[in-house]
């Protein structure tokens, strides 16, 4: 069963169509990479999955389940807000601002979820961070509040807090976009960690290295729909449209 599947999705804000029918398998330990110019879809299609944004048409299923729907008969119907936070639970997300709770610590931020949705003892979920914090390289920075950390380590703690949760699949919605050009490679690399791990990962990304390096499938999109999808070389290299090529030429 593959992890994630996209079944025809739109979705429109009014009468702007901003995704025009996409269609796109994500199989289990694979990463993919979504690229394209900025207002092509594709921060929109990453929140569509776990339903932070709702669609409009089409599905996308997860694990083979609807996340902010049930089918009834031959109706969609929308799931219960109790059904779509546990289905969520299951979807790791890590966006472009980091989006921590500036009065917690660091080890606080990761414990979160594990306590209020997982319902997780005090001593596991504390035992459960210190390993993820550890893993992303901030074992000494658990008692340190996001004000006090770069926006590097600030987002790392955010990748340990999703991990927090024992994702199905991880989200990034251009996870270095907001950071300090020398800070983006410890991102990066923890990122490229995850993925040799096994870790079901969708990228958003405008870092055409690391998207050649790790993706096994890259995905162009272009004005609401995918023009392209491939091996990273296929597509980064031998692009076989002309809107991708162009593309490519302007931010290589």
Same mark, same amino acid.
């Not at 694979?30 to 929140?47: A, M, W």
């Not at 606080?108 to 210190?130: C, D, I, S």
């Given at each position: ?39 092509? =879809?594709?921060? @929109?299609? #990453?929140?569509? /999955?776990? +339903? ?6 089409? $599905? ?41 709770? =500036?009065?917690? @610590?660091? #080890?606080?931020? /990761?414990? +979160? ?6 319902? $997780? ?132």
């Amino acid at each position: 069963m593959a992890t994630v599947e996209f079944l025809n999705v739109h979705k429109s804000f009014g009468d702007v169509e901003v995704l025009k029918g996409i269609n796109l398998t994500v199989q289990p330990q694979q990463v993919v990479c979504l690229i394209g110019p900025s207002g092509s =879809g594709k921060s @929109t299609l #990453l929140r569509c /999955v776990n +339903h932070l944004e709702m669609t409009t048409a089409g $599905a996308i299923l997860v694990d083979g389940r609807m996340i902010g729907y049930d089918v009834k008969g031959d109706q969609l119907m929308e799931a219960r807000q109790s059904e779509i936070n546990k289905r969520r639970s299951k979807i790791g997300m890590v966006f472009q601002n980091f989006n921590l709770f =500036g009065h917690m @610590t660091a #080890l606080e931020n /990761v414990m +979160h979820g594990p306590l209020k949705l997982l319902k $997780a003892p005090r001593a596991e979920a504390e035992a459960k961070a210190r390993g993820l914090l550890g893993k992303v390289g901030l074992a000494d920075k658990i008692g340190n509040y996001p004000s006090q950390l770069s926006g590097g380590q600030q987002q790392r703690v955010a990748i340990a807090r999703a991990l927090s949760m024992d994702p199905d699949v991880m989200l990034f919605d251009e996870p270095t976009s907001a950071l300090d050009p020398e800070l983006v490679g410890e991102v990066l690399e923890v990122m490229k960690k995850l993925a040799r791990s096994g870790m079901t990962m969708i990228v958003v990304t405008h870092e055409m290295g690391f998207a050649r390096e790790v993706a096994d499938v890259v995905a162009f999109m272009d004005n609401g729909v995918i023009v392209e999808q491939g091996a990273p070389d296929d597509v980064l290299l031998h692009p076989q449209h002309e809107r991708t090529r162009s593309f490519l030429a302007r931010v290589s």
